[in-house]
């Protein structure tokens, strides 16, 4: 699984309401469905989504027993899990290689400041725990 992530604020830039350029969200926009498309192509693509900005998450959690809500954005960070891929492809090496290339999307500024990407092995059984 390759996991992506973005802030309130890069949500509301490419929606009109900060200093993103209709070009800057128009060619991020053409990146992704080209780097989707080549890898559906290339048969590794299993699902990917992109989620809702922050603003419209939920926590759920229980402390000293007592269930409790909050709203987004989180408080606790900046960057929130902005989308995923689900691959499927040779190894580890690979999914990573497909992330690396996420570095690529266009984006205002520099990207290396604030982009990154997780992959990590999604379990089959418990057995996987196991290192």
Same mark, same amino acid.
């Given at each position: 699984?390759?996991?992506? =992530?973005?802030? !309130?604020?890069? =949500?509301?830039?490419?929606?009109?309401?900060?200093?993103?350029? $209709? #070009?800057?969200?128009?060619?991020?926009?053409?990146?992704?469905?080209?780097?989707?498309? #080549?890898?559906?192509?290339? $048969?590794?693509?299993?699902?990917?989504?992109?989620?809702?900005?922050?603003?419209?998450?939920?926590?759920?959690?229980?402390?000293?027993?007592?269930?409790? %809500?909050?709203? $987004?954005? =989180?408080?606790?960070? !900046?960057? %929130?899990?902005?989308?995923?891929?689900?691959? #499927?492809?040779?190894?580890?090496?690979?999914?990573?290689?497909?992330?690396?290339?996420?570095? !690529?999307?266009?984006?205002? $500024?520099?990207?290396?400041?604030?982009? =990154?990407?997780?992959?990590?092995?999604?379990?089959?059984?418990?057995?996987?725990?196991?290192?």
């Amino acid at each position: 699984m390759i996991l992506s =992530y973005a802030s !309130q604020r890069d =949500y509301d830039a490419m929606s009109g309401a900060g200093d993103w350029s $209709g #070009e800057a969200v128009a060619a991020m926009h053409q990146f992704m469905e080209t780097f989707n498309k #080549e890898l559906a192509e290339s $048969g590794e693509l299993v699902e990917t989504r992109a989620l809702a900005a922050p603003v419209h998450t939920r926590r759920m959690g229980s402390r000293g027993g007592e269930a409790f %809500v909050t709203d $987004g954005p =989180y408080a606790e960070t !900046q960057e %929130v899990l902005a989308g995923y891929w689900i691959v #499927e492809c040779e190894s580890f090496d690979r999914a990573c290689g497909i992330a690396a290339r996420l570095g !690529q999307c266009p984006y205002p $500024g520099d990207p290396s400041d604030t982009m =990154y990407a997780d992959v990590r092995p999604i379990m089959d059984s418990s057995a996987d725990l196991e290192l």
